[in-house]
């Protein structure tokens, strides 16, 4: 049987039966989590209405067909890299434009659906001559960087197990965290991590000094533990999530 989060997409299309919607309906009265998942869903589906419909770059075409998630040279993919290939076939590079927002301070607020985008999109690119100085050559347990991609105000590198990918982004500037959404916010003690699930990726973004990192995965334990293994980690970011969720319950009265 299919679970609500299995059948947000087609209740949003208006592809589901009148029991489906029911239960829908309900789980999103019941749960926050789905409720912000399908605000992000909204969110994400917008941006892409809303990109220019540019003509596809001659050398992606090329690049598209070598190294498919069908053909020879095809490394283990996520299941959704064939429909996020075909999103990126019509997703110019004037799309990563609109991945950073800037405010005058010289902070950056990070666009986490466009993030989750470009993430789901990565199809194998060459990556000589991009600066790989911010992107470590190993993260996480296990992750090895694969691509290093430039783009409109931040890096973006690739990584994988061999089973799982998963991306960081980094950012030029500090986070302005009171322009980040609320969606599913993690408050952390310090104020420097934001955390959600959007389109069943996990999204983290933390910040270093003058750099900022969006980090999406499968899991949060994934992508908590590759903030963890990034540059200059002023303090362990299981110990600010645990402090902070401590400080949560105090806060909300349910301690004890």
């Given at each position: 049987m299919k679970t609500p989060r299995d059948l947000i997409n087609a209740y949003l299309d208006d592809e589901v039966d009148v029991d489906e919607r029911l239960v829908v309906d309900q789980a999103l009265n019941d749960s926050s989590d789905l409720r912000a998942e399908l605000d992000q869903l909204?969110?994400?589906?917008?941006?892409?209405?809303d990109l220019p419909l540019l003509a596809m770059p001659e050398d992606l075409a090329v690049k598209l067909q070598r190294r498919s998630p069908f053909g020879p040279q095809a490394r283990p993919r996520r299941q959704n890299r064939t429909r996020a290939a075909a999103l990126s076939a019509f997703a110019s590079v004037a799309f990563w434009g609109v991945l950073v927002g800037t405010n005058g301070a010289g902070s950056v607020v990070p666009d986490v659906a466009g993030v989750v985008f470009a993430h789901q999109s990565a199809v194998a690119a060459d990556d000589s001559g991009a600066d790989s100085s911010d992107l470590p050559e190993a993260v996480g347990d296990s992750f090895v960087r694969e691509e290093?991609?430039?783009?409109?105000?931040?890096?973006?590198?690739?990584?994988?197990?061999?089973?799982?990918?998963?991306?960081?982004?980094?950012?030029?500037?500090?986070?302005?965290?009171?322009?980040?959404?609320?969606?599913?916010?993690?408050?952390?003690?310090?104020?420097?991590?934001?955390?959600?699930?959007?389109?069943?990726?996990?999204?983290?973004?933390?910040?270093r000094a003058d750099k900022s990192y969006a980090i999406v995965g499968t899991t949060k334990e994934q992508v908590v533990a590759v903030a963890e293994s990034l540059p200059d980690p002023s303090r362990s970011l299981r110990e600010r999530i645990t402090d902070a969720s401590r400080e949560t319950v105090e806060f909300f009265g349910l301690s004890g």
């Open positions: 909204i969110a994400t589906r917008q941006l892409v209405r290093v991609r430039e783009m409109s105000g931040m890096r973006h590198g690739i990584y994988s197990d061999g089973d799982h990918e998963i991306s960081v982004f980094v950012l030029r500037g500090p986070v302005d965290w009171d322009e980040m959404p609320l969606g599913d916010r993690v408050p952390m003690t310090d104020g420097s991590a934001w955390f959600a699930v959007i389109e069943g990726d996990s999204v983290l973004v933390i910040d």
